[in-house]
């Protein structure tokens, strides 16, 4: 998303519409974008600086930690938030801004069953270790350490 900064009204401007995923270099088997960026920011110059604010929301497919199964999943950023000097061009890139925010509230291990509206299809694996009895609880094997002769 780029704002040429001439055209900018002194009050600023609100700006509402869809761009290309900003989320291309990513690992397609871990994010895969499913839609493109839809945003409703605010924007306008202070004092030499430029300023955005509003939300911002990115469709994606993700994968899940547990069942490995793709899963979509939307990340929006809902007091997405921008304060930067302006040092030169007429024009300013905001994708690179847009795109920090989204990295940021990308889930760090994601799940499939995250928002309660699917079951997660556990692998049988998982299911086995769940039903296992616990380990017999033993005394810690310390005596390697009492031979120790410093």
């Known amino acids: ?14 700006f509402e ?3 290309d995923c900003p989320l291309q270099q990513l690992n ?4 895969r974008c499913a839609g493109p960026l839809r945003y409703s920011l605010d924007v306008g110059i202070s004092e030499g600086a430029l300023w955005a604010n509003g939300e ?16 979509p999943f939307d990340i929006t950023v809902k007091d997405f938030a921008l304060h930067t000097e302006l040092t ?12 920090e925010d989204i990295l940021l509230n990308l889930p760090p291990y994601p799940h499939c069953d995250r ?3 699917r079951i997660c299809p556990v692998p049988e694996e ?8 616990p380990l017999e ?12 002769k410093l």
């Open 17 to 19: 519409g869809e761009e």
């Open 115 to 117: 928002d309660g509206g």
């Open 28 to 31: 397609p088997e871990e994010v």
């Open 137 to 148: 609880a033993r005394p810690p094997d310390w005596s390697a350490l009492d031979d120790l």
């Open 1 to 14: 998303m780029k704002i040429h900064l001439r055209q900018l009204p002194d009050g600023g401007e609100h």
């Open 56 to 71: 911002i929301s990115q469709p994606v497919e993700l994968r899940c930690v547990r069942c490995l199964e793709p899963f």
């Open 126 to 133: 998982a299911v086995r270790r769940e039903k296992r009895e």
């Open 88 to 99: 030169g061009p007429e024009e300013i890139d905001l994708t690179p801004f847009l795109r």
